[in-house]
Antibody, heavy 123, light 107 residues
Framework: EVHLVESGGGLVQPGGSLRLSCAAS????????MDWVRQAPGKGLEWVGR??????????EYGASVKGRFTISRDDSANSMYLQMNDLKTDDTAVYYCGRLPRATADSGGGYWGQGTLVTVSS | DIQMTQSPSTLSASVGDRVTITCRASQSISSWLAWYQQKPGKAPKVLIYKASILESGVPSRFSGSGSGTEFTLTISSLQPDDFAIYYC?????????FGGGTKVEIK
């Protein structure tokens, strides 16, 4: 059974940094694209970024609001993905979800989501 | 980026009602669209992917249709457990995008 568990959230001051982790089980992380999605309090869902699978050299894409500040990485030996967040702003306050979202391929299913971790950026 | 527009933003309905939510894409996304249900304090739950494929374990009262730029999510007979927020999401481009959400509330 697939499980995704996020950790690392907390309170950080504006301009600070934080690293989130996503521990995966039930599947081999290197075989799959993985995403980060966030949700500000009372707001909708916003895609943060994606890391492609090993076959696609783990290349990454980012949303415009985080590009240049956030970095997605992986440790396949730990079956884990990370989100390094630098120069944090109050607008980055949100619940951050890791997910194995659907892909535009014939064999992709509906995907899986973790339970989320809250990041609060405040002085 | 591809923009996803959902309507209505809020929908008031009664148990047993047939409910339809619409999602429009700013350009063609073929059938690469997912629908999610989210309840307060919980992660989104996938209902439908590839526009019309029902995720395993999701009740058959949920259905999806459409292709290109216009899509619908239909709940054939609204149940008490269905009061929630629903989101569409396109996954055809390098940059994934979500609709703004539709809150289904009790009339």
């Amino acid at each position: 059974e697939v499980h995704l568990v996020e950790s690392g959230g907390g309170l950080v001051q504006p301009g600070g940094s934080l690293r989130l982790s996503c521990a995966a089980s039930g599947f081999t992380l290197s075989d799959h694209y993985m995403d980060w999605v966030r949700q500000a309090p009372g707001k909708g869902l916003e895609w943060v970024g994606r890391t492609r699978d090993k076959a696609h050299s783990y290349t990454t894409e980012y949303g415009a609001s985080v590009k240049g500040r956030f970095t997605i990485s992986r440790d396949d030996s730990a079956n884990s993905m990370y989100l390094q967040m630098n120069d944090l702003k109050t607008d980055d306050t949100a619940v951050y979800y890791c997910g194995r979202l659907p892909r535009a391929t014939a064999d992709s299913g509906g995907g899986y989501w973790g339970q989320g971790t809250l990041v609060t950026v405040s002085s | 980026d591809i923009q996803m527009t959902q309507s209505p933003s809020t929908l008031s309905a009664s148990v047993g009602d047939r409910v339809t939510i619409t999602c429009r894409a700013s350009q063609s996304i073929s059938s690469w669209l997912a629908w999610y249900q989210q309840k307060p304090g919980k992660a989104p739950k996938v209902l439908i992917y590839k526009a019309s494929i029902l995720e395993s374990g999701v009740p058959s009262r949920f259905s999806g249709s459409g292709s290109g730029t216009e899509f619908t999510l239909t709940i054939s007979s609204l149940q008490p457990d269905d009061f929630a927020i629903y989101y569409c999401q396109q996954y055809t481009s390098y940059s994934l995008t979500f609709g703004g959400g539709t809150k289904v509330e009790i009339k």
